[in-house]
């Protein structure tokens, strides 16, 4: 799950830059010119895992110690939200679009002069 996105026609690996600077739900391959969906409903996964591990082992150490230096605490607390911040473009996955065909018979007919 922590890898980074492939184009789902022709496989091509998408670099951590390239996925931040990505913007709406559809984007076309640079190699194959294909368009395809960007999902990021799992971008969240990591950040609220990170914060529900850090509010446990919040709870924990100020419960088992009294001499803690809550500056230190929130320091380490910001690293461990950050870094979770910049995993989770990891997360993003690129989908197929899904194409309608249409039968020659549902275009619609120009209209001509008489």
Not at 76 to 95: D, E, G, K, T, Y
């Amino acid at each position: 799950m922590w890898k980074l996105p492939v184009c789902p026609y022709c496989h091509t690996v998408y670099s951590y830059q390239e996925i931040v600077s990505m913007k709406g739900k559809e984007h076309q391959c640079y190699h194959c010119g294909r368009s395809f969906l960007i999902r990021r409903s799992l971008r969240a996964v990591p950040v609220i895992a990170v914060c529900m591990i850090l509010i446990l082992f919040n709870m924990i150490i100020f419960d088992a110690s009294k001499d803690i230096n809550i500056g230190v605490v929130a320091v380490m607390n910001l690293i461990a939200v950050a870094a979770s911040l910049a995993a989770s473009p990891l997360m993003i996955r690129f989908r197929k679009k899904q194409e309608t065909k249409k039968a020659k018979n549902d275009q619609p007919k120009k209209d001509r002069k008489r």
